[in-house]
Nanobody, 117 residues
């Protein structure tokens, strides 16, 4: 395995919650910033949340206050707790380094999140 494995997506009604997990193929202790990216239908992939090795976080305005990113370095896993989901959160979610071209991995399959209105 050389790509992250994302899981936890699904179909949920607006206002619902999902928790995404990302199992990295190797140690993430060597990666300062890990992030979750989203690709909505017909749009480019965008960064929605990132977290540093020290635990500092950043969120895109569109998800601020609703999403929470965390990381477990011992388990090489990154999480994304998504609450109060909106239809515009629909897309495929991926995890990778930030920026992905610096110490990152080949893109995984992602996990599909679909929010119905």
């Amino acid at each position: 395995q050389v790509q992250p494995v994302e899981s936890g997506g699904g179909l949920v009604q607006a206002g619902g919650s999902l928790r995404l997990s990302c199992a990295a193929p190797g140690s993430i202790v060597s990666i300062n910033i890990m992030g979750w990216y989203r690709q909505a239908p017909g749009k480019q992939r965008e960064l929605v949340a990132r977290i540093t090795l020290g635990g500092s976080t950043y969120y895109a305005d569109s998800v601020k206050g609703r999403f929470t990113i965390s990381r477990d370095n011992a388990k090489n896993t990154v999480y994304l707790q998504m609450n109060s989901l909106k239809p515009e959160d629909t897309g495929v979610y991926y995890c990778n380094a930030v920026p992905f071209w610096s110490g990152g991995y080949p893109w995984g399959q992602g996990t599909q999140v679909t929010v119905s209105s």
